[in-house]
């Protein structure tokens, strides 16, 4: 589809620096832009860029002043980060949407296809199941006995989920997440290895939620494992059995969260986060990457580090952690110095 700088102002609310006929088709950044493409400029060390960038329209603020002159022409705006993400959502809306069921899909009788669903080649949806209106299921995706999923959520390939399951509205799972695996349950044994706990429980992802690819969520031991709305969960996170996420927690790749913990709502955990079992981290929590948790965090509270502490005694720490070669030199020279009088 494209658009016109004319008509971008006229979505933004923008003013025109330029061509107001200069058109676009495609969005780029602004180091790689080419013509016929649109990009932005949000943050004031990308400036350079702007000079000599090969796209046909620039997004700036309302206050931005170019230092020379500008070849593209530009659009200005009150808040270009908004305005960027409001013209990318037009731009997907506009994008061909998937229909139809492939002849190639598998679906047993009974099942509750909502209207206007797409299910590609090799989708398989169980006994049971019931399909919102408007999902879309692509190539490969596993739909598990008696699961439910609400309207317009889309499963991209591969996507597995286990039977009994409960999926919002309006999610979105990439490819090779996996919900309803058994929970890592076993219990050590007379002669040695380990008899497999039983996992009857389901998981419940409420609406809005979207969940990245090769992600994994447990099904619970006994009742559910919770994702609650607006929760975003990058690839490659595992959520263990009968864990709850709260509302609008955002959880960066490689995190793992250990059974029954419980993570408050508006929370962050960065890439490689580990939480033990049995942990509750309150709301508004912030955990930096790689930290280890394995005590409670309480509400809005910053932890870091391994095992992970409150943020301003680890920046604390850290500043001597850098400085312990010096301080063990100086503790031997002194010891030194002592010894000598000591003898003297």
Same mark, same amino acid.
């Given at each position: ?19 107001? =006929?200069?058109?676009?088709? $495609? ?13 932005? %400029? ?30 593209? $022409? ?7 980060? =908004? ?6 959502? %037009? ?9 139809? @069921? ?9 099942? =509750? ?10 989708? @398989? ?102 994702? =609650? ?30 059974? $029954? ?84």
């Amino acid at each position: 589809m494209e658009f016109t700088a004319e008509m971008i102002a006229g979505l933004l609310g923008g003013e025109i620096a330029g061509d107001a =006929r200069a058109s676009v088709r $495609t969005v780029s950044s602004i180091e790689e832009g080419k013509p016929g493409s649109l990009t932005y %400029l949000a943050n004031p060390k990308y400036e350079e860029y702007l000079y000599t960038t090969g796209a046909s329209v620039v997004l700036v603020g309302k206050d931005f002043v170019p230092a020379r002159p500008v070849g593209a $022409t530009l659009v200005r705006v009150d808040d270009v980060g =908004r305005s960027v993400l409001r013209l990318l959502e %037009l731009y997907n809306a506009s994008k061909p949407r998937k229909q139809g @069921v492939s002849r190639l899909a598998s679906i047993a009788e009974g099942v =509750r296809l909502g209207k206007d669903c797409y299910v590609g080649d090799f989708a @398989v949806i169980e006994a049971g199941a019931e399909i919102g209106d408007g999902c879309q299921l692509y190539p490969q995706v596993y739909v598990g006995d008696g699961v439910r999923i609400g309207e317009g959520t889309i499963l991209y390939p591969g996507v597995k989920i286990y039977e009994g399951c409960r999926i919002g509205s309006r999610c979105i799972l990439h490819a090779g997440a996996v919900v309803g695996a058994d929970g890592f349950g076993f219990a050590p044994n007379a002669e040695g290895g380990y008899d497999k706990i039983p996992q009857l429980g389901n998981v419940v992802i409420e609406d809005d939620v979207e969940i990245g690819a090769n992600t994994c969520i447990d099904r619970a031991k006994t009742d559910a494992t919770v994702i =609650r709305r607006g929760v975003k969960l990058d690839n490659l996170v595992q959520i263990g059995h009968n864990v709850q996420v709260g509302e609008h927690t955002v959880i960066s790749a490689q995190t793992g969260v250990a059974g $029954t913990s419980r993570i408050g709502h508006h929370c962050i955990l960065a890439g490689q986060v580990g939480i033990a079992d049995h942990v509750t981290v309150g709301d508004k929590a912030r955990i930096g990457s790689k930290s280890g948790v394995d005590k409670n965090v309480g509400d809005g509270e910053v932890r870091l580090g391994y095992p992970a502490l409150p943020g301003m005694q680890y920046h604390r720490s850290s500043a001597v952690f850098k400085n312990l070669p010096e301080l063990a030199r100086r503790v031997t020279e002194l010891e030194k110095r002592l010894d000598e009088s000591r003898g003297a």
